[in-house]
């Protein structure tokens, strides 16, 4: 099983910058994609920023300049870098990670996990 946590959220100014930090904990072989979707009452959650293995990240359109997604694999984590926050980025944010889990009999297993969501709200 694996865990995600996520922390950094908070209440900021339009124009104002904040960062999110997400954390993986558990039986963790290897992270294919460590990535960032946001969710406001009454519509579906929706990308925000993806960070995979191997490839330029994927931003949001609304987001692209803006927000910066980076990830240490090292310490299993992602970061969200959200710079010039508009109040329409209000909205609950969620850490999604793809892992590959290792057993002890030697078998993998893949599955996607989420965090159980982190508050920002952008507001005068």
């Known amino acids: 099983q694996v865990q995600l946590v996520e922390s950094g959220g908070g209440l900021v100014q339009p124009g104002g910058s904040l960062r999110l930090s997400c954390a993986a904990s558990g039986n963790i072989f290897r992270i294919y994609s460590m990535g960032w979707f946001r969710q406001t009452p009454g519509k579906q959650r929706e990308l925000v920023a993806n960070?995979?293995?191997?490839?330029?990240?994927d931003y949001a359109d609304d987001v692209k300049g803006r927000f910066v997604i980076s990830r240490d694999n090292n310490k299993n984590m992602v970061y969200l870098q959200m710079n010039n926050l508009k109040p329409e980025d209000t909205a609950v944010y969620y850490c999604?990670?793809?892992?590959?889990?290792?057993?002890?009999?030697?078998?993998?297993?893949?599955?996607?996990?989420w965090g159980p969501g982190t508050q920002v709200s952008v507001s005068s």
């Open positions: 960070a995979i293995s191997g490839r330029s990240p």
């Open positions: 999604n990670a793809d892992v590959d889990s290792i057993f002890p009999a030697g078998d993998h297993a893949e599955d996607n996990y």
